[in-house]
């Protein structure tokens, strides 16, 4: 089996940094569009075997966010020979393959995935399986679950060093990948020391 680590930016609309008198409003079967997905796919032996990207044209918001832009540094121009969507999916489902586990940094991808698809007419039960590695890794740096720490602090607290591009669907997702590999080790040392220790005590 595969993991399927994966990230995703999406683009939103902001109508009064274009218009303040504008009264439109987000769509709201999908309030957040997506425009691009990366992934990194982690072997059993939890290594980093294979990295996608696909950046994909916008139907519902065509007018990119300046919040977007300054936040991901993708331009307008970079979406124009995006992907579809549809086509965008059928690829990731490839990549995916047939024996895999979705893991995500967080819940919120996952949502908004689920909903790109659902408008788009998918299918996204698919989706509904999946690791949240932000919630074990909060727990493996001793945090209280309200206290669920960012991608760029557990990067911080786990000495990874950044490559690329915070922000970015395939940088943030072979980010979150090396801190998966990192807390998925820590989880399988316990476990095996616990086994370890009922061993001895019988």
């Known amino acids: 089996m595969n993991y399927i680590v994966y990230d995703t930016e999406f683009n939103q609309p902001q109508p009064k940094l274009y218009n303040p008198n504008s009264r439109f409003r987000p769509n709201q079967l999908c309030p957040f569009e997506i425009i691009e997905i990366g992934a990194a796919k982690v072997s059993e032996n939890l290594e980093i075997t294979d990295s996608f990207s696909r950046l994909v044209?916008?139907?519902?918001y065509r007018r990119l966010s300046p919040i977007v832009i300054r936040k991901t540094g993708i331009k307008p121009t970079d979406l124009k020979d995006g992907d579809g969507?549809?086509?965008a999916i059928a690829d990731f489902r490839e990549f995916c393959g047939k024996d895999f586990l979705l893991c995500t940094w967080s819940t919120n991808d996952v949502r908004i995935l689920q909903r790109n698809c659902i408008y788009h007419k998918l299918p996204f039960e698919w989706l509904g399986n999946y690791l949240d590695i932000q919630?074990?890794?909060t727990k493996v740096l001793g945090l209280p679950k309200s206290q669920a720490v960012g991608l760029k602090n557990a990067l911080r607290a786990l000495n990874i060093k950044v490559d690329g591009r915070l922000h970015r669907a395939m940088?943030?997702?072979?980010?979150?990948?090396?801190?998966?590999?990192?807390?998925?080790?820590d989880v399988k040392k316990e476990q095996i020391s616990e086994k370890q220790?009922?061993?001895?005590e019988n």
């Open 135 to 137: 919630k074990q890794c």
């Open 57 to 60: 044209k916008p139907v519902i």
């Open 171 to 185: 940088d943030d997702a072979i980010h979150s990948a090396k801190i998966f590999i990192e807390v998925f080790s």
């Open 85 to 87: 969507f549809s086509n």
């Open 197 to 200: 220790q009922v061993v001895n």
